[in-house]
């Protein structure tokens, strides 16, 4: 047995550590100035105990070998090069379901800065709140993360790339650009080959689905979208007859209207299904065929050339008996970009929605364990250096998942290798390090320099900045010309 592979054997076990060897090789050759702070930092992150508290906090780790002073120096003044990650990241093999499908999700987090008036790029990030009615928009920094996911009980997602939102952006032609760019980067290190079944992309609704539909039209994807349940849709014409008198005039365009807050108005359903699930009881999937929303020359397609677009997709509604710790189990309508109605393509697109929620267990890793938003940056750009340590560290964690030693708490129960949660990956990784390689050079010797002088008052005035976008109706109608081609 390999001494790296404890849980495992053999050549898995040899093929996983050269796989992690090789990620912290090509990690370090991402960074460019201050490349062994950074290195350090990351390593600091991995192996300090328990949640990561403070940024300064991380300097007493034994990993990390320099003071400070270079701590702050290399988040402020280092480079990483992001462009070069996101593509080892997508280098790396990518989990699949449903016997070998690529599932994506995308989902945002905001960093949450409300008493920091000097950091620019700030945004109202959208934060849930404990009772009903209780969501707030507080300032911050909001990221935007792609992420493949894996199938089961898990809270393993594969990041492979993150942009942090501008207050300029428009919210979808920014997630059109960042999913063409992943899915360029899958086709090109040979994840997905012509004859392939598309890409999955789960979103939730926040996210214009049909509107992405229309811009990745040409890429080998399947969109599923979740969407309000106050929408309302419409349904495909029917087919004018081929022989006798049929309606006089010009085509009808659209068919009959579905209100989704009325029952008395969905018309019959397609397909319907009920599978048994072990957490939600039964669950039980309508589907309607060649649903759309109805356009309106304004917004994204204020400026569109000609008639605006019939976008259909399948619309599913599921319900399911009931939800952990909560009394009602509200059903939750989802739009899917294809039309095949089939029991099994109306099972596979829910399944796969409900794996999304994967993602917001990475988030809580980040923030609780990994301490994503407990420094306090000035800048956004030092805001993304740390971003990237924090995806290269929780890459490593992913990475060593069959590798380290399950280290439990005696009140905590055993769980095979396979099972092991990020955190208790993490909880083993300082043992694991001493097995693997160690890019980072040794610090050299040097003296801290003389800082402010004594008594001397800081005299110029940090600028402070607003809150909100900055995005005009004029510059939303060029960013969607530009995402649709």
């Known amino acids: 047995m390999n001494s790296l592979d404890p849980a495992g054997g053999g050549d898995q076990g040899l093929a996983t550590a050269d796989r992690l060897r090789d990620f912290r090789g090509e990690w370090y050759q991402c960074l460019g100035r201050r490349a062994d702070e950074l290195f350090e930092l990351t ?33 402020n003044c280092g480079t990483v090069d992001a462009d070069r990650l996101r593509g080892k990241l997508t280098a790396l093999p990518p989990p699949r379901m449903f016997g070998g499908r690529i599932v994506l999700a995308v989902d945002s987090s905001g ?54 939102l501008h207050p300029a952006d428009d919210a979808t032609a920014v997630t059109a650009v960042q999913l063409r760019a992943v899915v360029g980067r899958l086709r090109a290190a040979g994840h997905w080959r012509v004859g392939d079944p598309p890409i999955m992309v789960v979103l939730d609704s926040g996210y214009d689905v049909t509107r992405l539909a229309f811009v990745l039209a040409d890429l080998p994807v399947h969109l599923i979208g979740r969407i309000r349940a106050d929408r309302v849709l419409l349904a495909a014409t029917p087919a004018r007859p081929v022989n006798g008198p049929g309606p006089m005039g010009r085509p009808r365009r659209h068919g009959a209207v579905m209100t989704l807050a009325d029952p008395a108005s969905w018309p019959a359903p397609t397909t319907q299904t009920h599978t048994a699930t072990a957490r939600y009881g039964t669950a039980e999937a309508t589907a309607w065929a060649r649903m759309h929303p109805r356009l309106a020359h304004r917004g994204p397609w204020a400026d569109h050339p000609g008639t605006l677009p019939i976008i259909e997709g399948i619309l599913i509604r599921l319900a399911v008996e009931h939800l952990p710790g909560r009394r009602e189990a509200k059903p939750v309508w989802l739009w899917s970009s294809i039309t095949d109605t089939d029991t099994e393509q109306v099972t596979r697109c829910w399944q796969a929605y409900l794996r999304r929620f994967d993602l917001e267990h990475t988030f809580r890793l980040w923030k609780q364990t990994l301490g994503w938003t407990a420094p306090k940056i000035r800048s956004p ?96 109608a060029t960013s969607a010309q530009q995402i649709s081609g």
């Open 43 to 75: 390593e600091a992150l991995l192996c300090a105990e328990g949640p990561v508290q403070s940024l300064v906090g991380l300097c007493l780790t034994p990993e990390h070998r320099r003071g400070h002073g270079a701590l702050y120096d290399a988040l």
């Open 111 to 164: 960093w949450l800065r409300p008493d920091a008036p000097t950091c620019p790029d700030r945004l109202f990030c959208h934060v849930y709140g404990r009772g009903r009615d209780a969501d707030q928009r507080i300032p911050g920094w909001p990221y935007q993360v792609v992420a493949a996911l894996e199938s089961g009980p898990t809270s393993w997602t594969a990041i492979l790339d993150a942009v942090r």
């Open 381 to 476: 750009q030092a805001a993304d250096r740390w971003t990237w340590l924090v995806i290269a560290a929780h890459t490593q964690l992913r990475l060593a998942r069959h590798l380290a030693v399950d280290l439990r708490r005696p009140w905590e129960r055993p769980l095979p290798p396979e099972r092991l949660t990020p955190a208790r990956v993490r909880r083993g990784f300082r043992h694991l390090r001493a097995k693997i390689n160690q890019p980072a050079h040794a610090p050299k010797p040097c003296h801290p320099g003389p800082g402010r002088p004594p008594g001397v008052r800081n005299r110029h005035r940090a600028t402070r900045y607003d809150v909100g976008k900055t995005i005009t109706r004029a510059t939303a």
